[in-house]
């Protein structure tokens, strides 16, 4: 299939959204009425553009408010159609979108609609051109692709054929059966969004809310099956209408955009074979093998200290850098204050940071590979410096994404470290639960692409929770085991914890990292004694905690009040967390103790920043 893109998903001016487009790989463009109108040159110019970059204009779009007008309405429409036509002479494409009525005059039916569509299909095979017609999810009449193929098909024209757009199709909750009952060769063109599930109108949801596919939460997997049962083989193209890609980089953009269709075409490019190298299966990493803090020698110290309050212990230091690695349980953390290495540079830029995980993962070979093929280009570090041989792929935030090989592990500790000798290791945490991430709503698409494209990790819808400064919009990127987890945050507002942390790091950052315990009471007792502080929870919260879960013993309330932990319930289980004070305001340790607790707490997610909130103002 040509992969396509339509000009209205990219921010920039026409020429920057061709050159970005280009770059990105796409071998079709659809030509946005807005962009040609607003364009600085000749039509022939665009043309000349498109051409040099190798580009193929799929469609020319939107031709609106065109069947079932009456008179004398619908003369005038057909002498529209024919300007349009002879600007697709000079833009060089064959292809008119036409999207269903939304006129209020428009009058309703199919063999009306079937009748104007027949003519129009007249007028452009006397020219050489065709028709793709389109269901409007909001249109007057048609807004269901079953009955624009049913127009379609009585139209019975060969310039005349049907446009599917999944968004239209999905957001109606339409069935998808009747698409296996539609000849491939009577789709024109098929467009493809994603989405979040959001209940609003549907021209409000399909303006400020599409996605690519795998960044939303539609069944895409299901239709491009359907699609392939009809024997299509035209342009797969990208129309997405998102306030965020329209504000950030159309070069970041049109690469997302391009890998999504690489990722969501993977079975049918695998069947094929069109594809040299069909995008390999993977398994999603086992675990968060390790994180590494970029940090200076005085953020070292503090960072030293907290650790040893949580009972951390130093187990090795790199046998060549200025490295440590500090563990407990299966947490491994890596100190790298080595000049002139990539955490030093990122420290340069962003300050004390988490910059880098390492992932436990089965079949490092198919994941690399999978990785090129959807254009995030695996990195292999410096061979002189970087002994350890792992590769890694740019992450959100650009931090560094270490696909560590789960059946050569723990072989690179071993060969890089020095080994302490220490006393009995503390046994307090045991393994990482989840990593929370900050980050702009832009990098949060480009961040749930990632986990899901590349590692097979799936997504839980968003939820908005309630900060002091605003709303953040928070989502969960899990494997289907949970062993990896990351809770992506993201916020328009600047004064919300997510927007401080923002500030803090000049993007992308690390909020918090959640630790795993069996004894939560012990942890806190342990912290207490040693006058570390914890995060200052409010009584109200108590009050209402005992109120909400009514069952909840006075002795189990009165020692979470006097530790500072909070408590959820859903229904598998129970969950305690603990957060320790923020370390030089940007993340701090969450503790965590699950007994069968599938969330994250999400009814304590408005407390947290609240308390979070009035420690970054101190
Ligand atoms: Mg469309």
Not at 122 to 148: K, S, T
Not at 254 to 260: H, L, P
Not at 573 to 587: D, E, I, N, P, S
Not at 589 to 596: L, P, S, T
């Amino acid at each position: 299939m040509l992969y396509s893109i339509a000009t209205v998903c990219l921010s920039g001016t026409l020429r920057e959204k061709i050159n970005a487009i280009a770059a990105a790989g796409f071998r079709g463009i659809e030509i946005f009425e807005n962009d040609l109108i607003t364009h600085d040159g000749p039509v022939s110019e665009i043309r000349r553009m498109v051409e040099d970059h190798g580009l193929e204009i799929v469609t020319y779009q939107p031709f609106r408010d065109f069947e079932g007008m009456p008179e004398p309405l619908r003369q005038k429409a057909f002498a529209r159609a024919e300007r349009k036509f002879d600007l697709m002479a000079q833009l060089g494409t064959d292809l008119l979108m036409v999207c269903s009525n939304v006129n209020p005059q428009a009058l309703g039916g199919i063999q009306r609609a079937t009748d104007d569509l027949h003519e129009l299909g007249e007028r452009a095979q006397a020219r050489g051109l065709r028709i793709a017609y389109e269901a409007l999810a909001w249109a007057r009449h048609v807004h269901d692709y079953r009955d624009a193929w049913e127009i379609v098909r009585r139209t019975d024209h060969p310039h005349v054929g049907l446009c599917l757009d999944t968004f239209h199709t999905y957001s109606r909750g339409t069935e998808l059966d009747t698409l296996l009952n539609i000849p491939g060769d009577r789709i024109f063109l098929v467009q493809m969004a994603d989405a979040p599930r959001l209940s609003m109108d549907h021209l409000s949801w399909s303006r400020h809310y599409r996605c690519f596919p795998g960044q939303g939460e539609l069944d895409l997997g299901r239709f491009m099956t359907h699609l392939q049962a009809t024997g299509y083989g035209g342009p797969l193209s990208l129309e997405i209408f998102n306030d965020q890609f329209r504000a950030g980089s159309a070069h970041k953009t049109a690469a997302d955009g391009y890998r999504s269709l690489v990722y969501i075409n993977r079975t049918a490019e695998a069947r094929q074979a069109q594809a040299a190298r069909p995008l390999p299966d993977v398994t999603p990493p086992a675990e968060i093998q390790f994180i590494e803090f970029a940090i200076n020698d005085t953020e070292k110290q503090a960072l030293t200290t907290l650790l040893q309050q949580l009972g951390f212990h130093h187990a090795g230091t790199h046998h060549k850098k200025a490295v440590e690695l500090w563990r407990q349980g299966q947490v491994n953390l890596v100190m790298n204050l080595e000049p002139d290495s990539f955490a030093q540079r990122y420290h340069q830029q962003r300050g004390v940071s988490v910059c880098a995980f390492g992932l436990g993962c089965q079949g490092v070979e198919a994941l690399v590979e999978r990785a090129a093929l959807l254009g995030y280009p695996p990195l292999h570090g410096n061979p002189e410096t970087d002994t350890h041989g792992i590769p890694a792929i740019s992450g959100p935030g650009d931090a560094l994404l270490y696909l560590v090989d789960e059946a050569i592990e723990p072989a690179h500790w071993e060969r890089e470290f020095v080994w302490h000798e220490t006393a009995e290791p503390l046994a307090y945490l045991s393994r990482v639960d989840h990593i929370a991430t900050s980050m702009s709503h832009e990098e949060m698409l480009h961040s749930v692409l990632l986990y899901r494209a590349l590692f097979n990790m799936q997504g839980t819808p968003s939820v908005d929770v309630s900060d002091p400064g605003g709303l953040v919009k928070s989502q969960v990127m899990q494997t289907p085991d949970h062993a990896v987890c990351f809770t992506l945050n993201s916020s328009q507002a600047r004064n919300t914890v997510s927007g401080h942390i923002l500030d803090r790091y000049a993007g992308t950052g690390v909020n918090h990292i959640a630790l795993q315990t069996s004894d939560i009471f012990a942890m806190a007792e342990r912290l207490r004694r040693q006058g570390t502080p914890t995060m200052q929870v409010t009584e109200n919260y108590y009050d209402d905690l005992g109120a909400r879960f009514s069952h909840l013993p006075d002795e189990l309330l009165a020692r979470l009040r006097k530790y500072g932990i909070l408590y959820d319930e859903d229904g598998n289980g129970v969950f305690f967390q603990l957060f320790t004070r923020m370390f030089a305001g940007r993340f701090c340790v969450e503790i965590v103790q699950r007994q069968g607790y599938q969330g994250f707490g999400v009814p304590n997610a408005q407390v947290r920043m609240t308390m979070q909130a009035r420690e970054l103002v101190q």
